[in-house]
Protein backbone atom coordinates (compact mmCIF):
# COMPACT_ATOMS: atom_id res chain seq x y z
CA UNK A 1 0.00 0.00 0.00
CA UNK A 2 2.97 2.06 0.86
CA UNK A 3 4.44 1.70 -2.66
CA UNK A 4 0.65 2.41 -4.42
CA UNK A 5 0.75 5.76 -2.00
CA UNK A 6 4.01 6.70 -3.45
CA UNK A 7 3.12 6.54 -6.97
CA UNK A 8 -0.24 8.17 -6.62
CA UNK A 9 1.99 11.16 -4.71
CA UNK A 10 4.59 10.97 -7.46
CA UNK A 11 1.98 10.90 -10.00
CA UNK A 12 0.07 13.94 -8.39
CA UNK A 13 3.50 15.73 -8.07
CA UNK A 14 3.75 15.24 -12.09
CA UNK A 15 0.46 16.53 -12.80
CA UNK A 16 0.92 19.56 -10.87
CA UNK A 17 4.24 20.44 -12.60
CA UNK A 18 2.60 19.37 -16.02
CA UNK A 19 -0.41 21.71 -14.91
CA UNK A 20 2.22 24.71 -13.66
CA UNK A 21 3.83 24.50 -16.90
CA UNK A 22 0.34 23.83 -19.06
CA UNK A 23 -0.67 27.22 -17.18
CA UNK A 24 3.03 28.88 -17.98
CA UNK A 25 2.72 28.52 -21.49
CA UNK A 26 -0.36 29.57 -21.72
CA UNK A 27 0.74 32.61 -20.60
CA UNK A 28 3.51 32.81 -22.64
CA UNK A 29 1.44 32.36 -25.50
CA UNK A 30 -0.89 34.69 -24.78
CA UNK A 31 1.93 37.47 -24.51
CA UNK A 32 3.66 36.39 -27.96
CA UNK A 33 0.17 36.37 -29.87
CA UNK A 34 -0.25 40.06 -28.46
CA UNK A 35 2.74 41.37 -28.93
CA UNK A 36 2.38 39.70 -32.93
CA UNK A 37 -0.99 41.43 -33.23
CA UNK A 38 0.98 44.67 -32.20
CA UNK A 39 4.35 44.37 -34.68
CA UNK A 40 1.39 44.02 -37.42
CA UNK A 41 0.23 47.20 -36.42
CA UNK A 42 2.90 48.44 -36.11
CA UNK A 43 4.15 47.11 -39.58
CA UNK A 44 1.28 47.67 -41.34
CA UNK A 45 1.46 51.20 -40.08
CA UNK A 46 5.20 51.58 -41.20
CA UNK A 47 4.43 50.48 -44.57
CA UNK A 48 1.25 53.03 -44.87
CA UNK A 49 3.76 55.53 -44.11
CA UNK A 50 6.51 54.54 -46.42
CA UNK A 51 4.08 54.21 -49.17
CA UNK A 52 2.85 57.76 -48.90
CA UNK A 53 6.48 59.04 -48.14
CA UNK A 54 6.95 57.52 -51.56
CA UNK A 55 4.57 59.56 -53.26
CA UNK A 56 5.63 62.31 -51.71
CA UNK A 57 8.75 61.64 -52.94
CA UNK A 58 7.63 61.07 -56.51
CA UNK A 59 5.31 64.23 -56.29
CA UNK A 60 8.86 66.24 -55.12
CA UNK A 61 10.21 64.61 -58.09
CA UNK A 62 7.61 66.05 -60.71
CA UNK A 63 7.70 69.27 -59.25
CA UNK A 64 11.66 69.97 -59.82
CA UNK A 65 11.07 68.39 -62.96
CA UNK A 66 8.87 71.06 -64.00
CA UNK A 67 10.65 73.82 -61.66
CA UNK A 68 13.63 72.63 -63.98
CA UNK A 69 12.00 72.62 -67.14
CA UNK A 70 10.09 76.72 -66.46
CA UNK A 71 13.30 77.72 -66.00
CA UNK A 72 14.36 76.19 -68.94
CA UNK A 73 11.56 77.97 -70.63
CA UNK A 74 11.88 81.21 -69.08
CA UNK A 75 15.33 81.61 -70.60
CA UNK A 76 14.02 80.42 -73.54
CA UNK A 77 11.00 83.31 -73.85
CA UNK A 78 14.01 85.98 -72.96
CA UNK A 79 16.27 85.03 -75.57
CA UNK A 80 12.89 84.99 -78.45
CA UNK A 81 12.18 88.65 -77.05
CA UNK A 82 15.62 89.52 -77.57
CA UNK A 83 15.61 88.44 -80.42
CA UNK A 84 12.74 90.10 -81.42
CA UNK A 85 13.62 93.11 -80.06
CA UNK A 86 16.73 93.45 -82.48
CA UNK A 87 14.27 92.37 -85.48
CA UNK A 88 12.04 95.57 -84.16
CA UNK A 89 15.02 97.62 -84.11
CA UNK A 90 16.23 96.75 -87.77
CA UNK A 91 12.46 97.59 -88.71
CA UNK A 92 12.91 100.87 -87.53
CA UNK A 93 16.04 101.58 -89.34
Known sequence: MSKTLEAIHLLQDKLESLFS???FLKNENEILLQSNTRLQH???ENKQLLESQKK???LLKIAKTIEGSSTDTKL???ALIREIDKCIIQLQE
Request: no cysteine.
Open 76 to 78: KIN
Open 21 to 23: NYE
Open 42 to 44: QLL
Open 56 to 58: EYD
